[in-house]
């Protein structure tokens, strides 16, 4: 007795299921033009098409890969740049409640002196009528 699965039929290829999203990254059609007329500038006499295509797929890829680069690099300076006002923000925020917690806590000495001056002046005052 043979079993099989639903999806496992190799000799079928309308039965295969296809990945979510392809591994292979898009190139850009300008990205194609510019890497095709670095290849054809370059290009040596007697040189056949398909060598110039491949020559144009290797600056293609050269291109690509200095695209990455440069987006990871600035993803990399976004982070930074976000860390460092996150880190500034939060300095600032907790600067703010240490310096009105100060002038919160002088508040009731002040008053308490200020009181006991007034206390002392009155009996003074009384003493001396």
Request: a positive charge.
């Amino acid at each position: 007795m043979i079993l099989s699965t639903p999806n496992t039929d190799t000799h079928n290829p309308a039965r295969q299921t296809m990945p979510k999203y392809s591994t292979k990254a898009k190139v850009s059609d300008k990205t194609k033009e510019e890497a095709m007329k670095v290849a054809r500038a370059t290009q040596r006499p007697g040189q056949s098409k398909e060598q110039t295509k491949l020559i144009a797929q290797g600056i293609q890829e050269g291109i690509d890969l200095y695209k990455k680069q440069q987006k990871e690099k600035a993803r990399e300076q976004d982070k930074r740049a976000k860390k460092a006002a996150k880190t500034k923000t939060t300095e600032t925020q907790s600067d703010s409640p240490v310096e009105s917690a100060t002038a919160c806590s002088k508040l009731p000495w002040i008053l308490l002196a200020l009181s006991w001056l007034g206390f002392g002046g009155y009996h003074i005052v009384n003493i001396l009528i």
